[in-house]
């Protein structure tokens, strides 16, 4: 029996189609979100005249790098140097200046120029409170870093990034 109207059925199936097409659009953004974030980082460093905060260059003939930082990042870390002196106690350095290795080996961060620094080896004679002497090391005079060695450790050796 037809009653005379006519009755239309509404189709719940519409709002999950579209729905199913909001899914691959929000991967589309982020994907473009991502490039935009990561794989342009390079060109926008370079595009900005924004360098990196440090770069590690290799030592000729060794198994060293040398460490560049750039004035800001140098401020950041705190670097602070003091040079290698010699008094009738023996040649010293800061007590804080020491960087041990994972293998015991001890060393300083040399700086023979304003922001590129490299570790020396040295041998620990005795230390006195703050002052560490040495039987072997950098010459005197020579600046190490007192403050911020174990930051440009981690700099060289890539911890952290």
């Known amino acids: 029996m037809s009653t005379g109207t006519h009755v239309r059925r509404v189709d719940q199936r519409t709002p999950w ?9 929000l991967c589309v953004a982020a994907a473009v979100a991502a490039v ?26 060794e198994s060293l790098s040398r460490v560049v930082l750039t004035p800001h990042a140098a401020e950041r870390l705190g670097i ?14 800061p007590y804080a200046a020491l960087i041990y290795d994972p293998q015991g080996e001890t060393w300083v961060y040399t700086s023979l120029e304003r922001l590129v620094f490299v570790r020396a080896p040295i041998e620990v004679d005795r ?8 039987s072997d090391g950098p010459a005197s005079g020579t600046e190490v870093v007192a403050v911020g060695g174990a930051e440009l450790y981690g700099v060289e050796f890539e911890v952290g990034h």
């Open 17 to 25: 189609r579209a729905l199913r097409l909001l899914g691959p659009l």
């Open 127 to 134: 230390i006195e409170g703050k002052v560490a002497y040495l």
């Open 80 to 93: 602070e140097t003091s040079p290698v002196r010699t008094s009738a106690k023996g040649t010293a350095v």
């Open 36 to 61: 935009a974030l990561l794989g342009g980082k390079d060109s926008e460093s370079a595009a900005t005249g924004h360098a990196e905060p440090a770069v590690l260059e290799s030592v000729d003939g």
